[in-house]
């Protein structure tokens, strides 16, 4: 029996019917219910639905065998889980965006962000030194109303950015969600483990 931690939310569709294809009869109740374990015992396996920043922490404790977590996530914080297959789902990417012609506060630039340490890595390594406010949604509002001068984001369609009249200025990194592994028990199901990857491995879609 395996268990796999699911990102509850907007990666969750795209995740189950990536099992789907790779034949994995999974029942209604990943349609429609509110369940957060959901046994399919016929697959011999178990689903565990969480908030996506926490699949990492289930997975990172051996509760749940496997999980399936955004790259931007999986970048945020270092944890000991094994990244096993880029699933190419869910795909986005992060980047700076500020008001257009807008220049950073040169005495004490500020960037607001979901993502604190993979801002303040990409700012150090430009030489840049900035005070780091960390937000936890609606990130977009914040040089709006002059709570900093960038943000660092998640854009998928750039809509939000549109809409609120903030352009893209750089491009930290390329998101898609990914097949993580508990370290042991990728030891000891190994075998079970990799016939699941390779299902799913044949049914990824392309980039
Ligand atoms: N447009 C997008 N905005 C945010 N995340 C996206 C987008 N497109 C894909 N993703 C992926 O989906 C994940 C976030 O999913 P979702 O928006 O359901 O959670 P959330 O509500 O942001 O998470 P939390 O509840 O922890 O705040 C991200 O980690 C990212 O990998
Ligand atoms: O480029 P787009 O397609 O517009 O998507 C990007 C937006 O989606 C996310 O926000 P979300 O909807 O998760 O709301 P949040 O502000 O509460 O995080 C992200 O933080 C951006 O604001």
Not at 119 to 127: I, L
Not at 181 to 188: G, T
Request: net charge negative; aromatic share 4%.
């Amino acid at each position: 029996m395996l268990t796999i931690a699911m990102p509850k939310g907007r990666i969750f569709d795209e995740a189950v019917g990536l099992l789907r294809r790779a034949d994995y009869v999974l029942p209604p109740e990943f349609d429609e219910s509110r369940k957060l374990v959901i046994d399919v015992p016929e697959e011999q396996m178990r689903f565990i639905l969480a908030k996506p920043m926490d699949v990492v922490t289930y997975v990172e404790h051996g509760v749940a065998d496997l999980g399936i977590a955004g790259k931007d996530v999986l970048m945020e914080e270092e944890r000991n889980v094994y990244e096993l297959l880029d699933l190419h789902i869910s795909r986005c990417h992060l980047a700076v965006a500020g008001l257009p012609g807008a220049k950073m506060n040169e005495i004490a630039p500020r960037v607001a962000t979901k993502y604190p340490n993979i801002a303040s890595t990409y700012f150090r390594e430009q030489g840049e030194q900035v005070e780091i406010i960390r937000l936890n949604g609606s990130i977009e509002l914040a040089p709006l109303i002059g709570l900093a001068d960038r943000i660092v984001d998640i854009v998928s369609t750039g809509r939000t950015l549109r809409e609120n009249g903030l352009v893209e200025l750089e491009r930290i990194a390329e998101v898609t969600s990914r097949l993580i592994v508990n370290p042991a028990s990728y030891r000891l199901n190994g075998g079970d483990i990799e016939r699941l990857v390779d299902r799913l491995a044949a049914v990824i879609p392309q980039p």
